[in-house]
């Protein structure tokens, strides 16, 4: 075997352990941080081609189907029409959702505007989106 060929050999037994120490869940960027965590010089290129020949995967979360895009269930009339400018208060309210990203997760929050006075008219806020934070 050549000085290369053992090298990756001893690298792959080495990203085989570290990979099953932590779970199988680790991709081949952490796994090149170990390597270097653990003195080893060498690039992550390599790492993903030896991961890639020992059949070390990253385990995730799987996506289930069937829930992501597609058309709203109810699809409810632009009676607005791009008309922002209002004449009278009450008339016209706008609704907008946004999310906010803090230390302990997401926050969700729902604001309600009167395009008269554009003030808040009201909003709502929680950790998950549902449907009555809309309401």
Known sequence: MSRRAIEDKRQTDFLQKAWEERGKVYGYRKLHDDLLGQGEMCCPNRVARLTRLAG???????????IYGGRPSVA???SL???FDVAAPDKAWVTDITYIR????????AVVID??????????????QTTDVVL
């Open 102 to 109: 803090t230390c302990e997760g997401f926050a969700y929050l």
């Open 56 to 66: 070390i995967k990253q385990i995730g979360y799987k996506r289930r189907p069937g």
């Open 81 to 83: 029409d791009r008309q």
């Open 115 to 128: 395009l008269y006075s554009r003030r808040v008219i009201g909003w709502a806020m929680q950790s998950r």
């Open 76 to 78: 409810v009339d632009n």
